[in-house]
């Protein structure tokens, strides 16, 4: 049984005794469909319904913990155990009553270093699942075994928010934390180092151009914005250079700099 530092432990039992262990090899994210707090879902679940999830996540970053990451949860359907014994921690965190808003900054935040936590004591690799059963990190949408009717959890606006913000902050996080077993091969290191250096100034550039145009995070379509250039395309564009400055050989300090280089030129394309 894992307790995950950074949150508060709250216990469901029974369950916590009582499920079968797995052994975790997916993260799966949803959205609970009400504003609530980490300790208001424990209590829906302690008290309302025999389900559960292992994390809950309130809109202030507060993170509750329920079951060990190495015991069974609910929330996933067929991922939450497998035949082989692996089996996906989950997440449920506050949402409005539609589904339709975004993870707020502190969200964020606790879902990318709870994601580096699982990948340093579970080995959860840093990877998208490229199927319902492929180690790595995922939302409830992303494979359909993962939902017993179908979902559009965690919503349009979080499934940008994973593959634009929380996954690469885990990535990029990740890299610069050492690692306790390193199975990896050497080419493997430098392209991880190198794509945690880009998601870096990627990150780092997108800030510089909020910065410019006086725009929230998060509020991408914003009027006025679109007419000049949408926000992904630039992002893509930094993304493009840094891709190739990599393949040609450049290493991270290079491609940091030349990446911010092509940042601080789109910044001022935009802000004219
Ligand atoms: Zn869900």
Known sequence: MAWYPGA???ELQPESD??????????IMHS?????????????????TNLESHFGLGYEGDLGQFIGTETRADANYQANRRADGTGAVSIETASNLQGSDPWTPAQVEELIKLGVWLHQKHGIPLRICRTWTDPGFGYHRLHAEWAVSGTSCPGDARVKQFKEVVFPGILARAAGTPEEEDDMTPE???????TAAAVKSIASAVKRIEDKLAIAPW?????????????NQ???DIDKGVKSLSAAGQTPAQIAALADKLADQLADRLAN
């Open 8 to 10: 508060t432990r709250y």
């Open 188 to 194: 493997e290191r430098k392209l991880l180092v190198d």
């Open 234 to 236: 630039v992002v893509r």
């Open 18 to 27: 009582d499920q079968p262990a797995i052994r975790p090899t997916q993260f």
């Open 32 to 48: 609970i469909i009400a504003p609530w707090t980490a300790k208001r879902v424990y209590e829906y679940w302690r008290d309302s």
């Open 219 to 231: 509020t991408y379509k914003q009027p006025g914005l679109a007419d000049k250039r949408d926000m």
